[in-house]
């Protein structure tokens, strides 16, 4: 059985590299911005299903698909647009804390088997100055990331993190060793 991983992440290919399995990479191109729920965990569950089966309809295989974003007061920070857009959400985090939520879906195309969930954790961020936000921003490719950073920002500014250490890798990896011995597969 193959493995695919819906994503060109850099941060997601480490996941998979971490756990040594073969896979391929066939990215899913949904519209994400098209699918949209109030409850944070809800839209994170329905993002990583949506791509997971998109990329079902032409490809066989266990497909691995996930998606991550922080909610910091009640709102949802993806990527940003911008450098400048990266700042404004890096300096809203100074000194208060967010959730990371990873959504994760693993689709077996031949049963049409989806397990799913979502994992998060609580990340508190020092009082940052503007002067390392800014370093940060000039070294790092801000757009790629939800919030606008990273593993290395979350070792850089935070104080504290409680919960799943999914922010490492954008996927839940206990979920994600759980769902590929539920669906049987082995190297």
Do not use: W
């Amino acid at each position: 059985m193959k493995l695919i991983l819906a994503s060109q992440s850099e941060i997601r290919k480490r996941a998979l590299n971490l756990l040594n399995f073969p896979y391929e990479v066939i990215p899913a191109n949904i519209d994400e911005k098209a699918i949209r729920d109030p409850d944070p965990f809800k839209q994170a569950l329905k993002l990583s299903e949506a791509k997971a089966l998109e990329i079902g309809k032409s490809h066989h295989g266990i497909i691995i698909a996930s998606d991550a974003f922080l909610v910091h007061q009640n709102q949802i920070l993806e990527k940003p647009g911008s450098s400048a857009e990266a700042f404004q959400m890096i300096k809203s985090l100074s000194g208060s804390h967010y959730f990371f939520l990873t959504g994760l879906a693993v689709y077996r195309t031949d049963t049409k088997k989806m397990l799913s969930s979502v994992e998060s954790c609580q990340i508190y961020f020092r009082d940052l100055e503007e002067s390392e936000i800014n370093d940060y921003i000039s070294r790092y490719p801000v757009t790629k990331f939800a919030g606008g950073h990273e593993t290395d920002a979350v070792a850089r500014f935070a104080d504290k993190v409680i919960g799943n250490y999914n922010f490492f890798t954008a996927v839940p990896m206990n979920k994600l060793i759980e769902f590929l011995k539920a669906h049987n597969f082995s190297k």
